[in-house]
């Protein structure tokens, strides 16, 4: 078995938005979704250089969905492959693995 790819923590974040998106994730819906969770700006840039790199990594494909009757507004739609979920998932073990027994330490934190 081919181990899953190492995901960066913001193209964790697209990943989860696309899954979160469901079968109709679109780069307006995954930008919509990150700057609601994330509070923060997203650039078009950002999002779409890490959409390429993670379709080069064979773990988000796209497809092309025409606008009814009108060629010109035709939208990438987004996905994730087996592999997008591996990767996805050996990077939530990771972080739970990491994450485990510090609840206290975190919880005290101050903000």
């Known amino acids: 078995m081919v181990p899953p790819?190492?995901?960066?923590?913001?193209?964790?974040?697209?990943?989860?938005?696309?899954?979160?998106?469901?079968?109709?994730?679109?780069g307006v819906g995954i930008t919509r979704a990150l700057e609601r969770t994330t509070r923060r700006a997203v650039s078009r840039g950002a999002l779409y250089t890490t959409l390429n790199r993670?379709?080069?990594?064979?773990?988000?494909?796209w497809r092309l969905r025409l606008a009814k009757g009108d060629w010109r507004r035709a939208r990438r739609i987004y996905?994730?492959?087996?592999?997008?979920?591996?990767?996805?998932?050996?990077?939530?073990?990771?972080?739970?693995?990491?994450?485990?027994?510090?609840?206290?330490?975190?919880?005290?934190?101050?903000?």
């Not at 790819?5 to 679109?26: D, R, T």
């Not at 979920?85 to 994450?99: E, N, S």
């Open 5 to 26: 790819f190492q995901l960066g923590a913001f193209e964790q974040l697209v990943v989860l938005a696309i899954l979160g998106q469901g079968p109709e994730a679109s």
């Open 79 to 111: 996905s994730i492959t087996s592999r997008g979920l591996a990767a996805i998932r050996a990077a939530r073990r990771d972080w739970a693995c990491l994450a485990s027994g510090l609840e206290d330490v975190l919880d005290t934190l101050p903000m």
């Open 54 to 61: 993670l379709e080069a990594k064979g773990l988000v494909p």
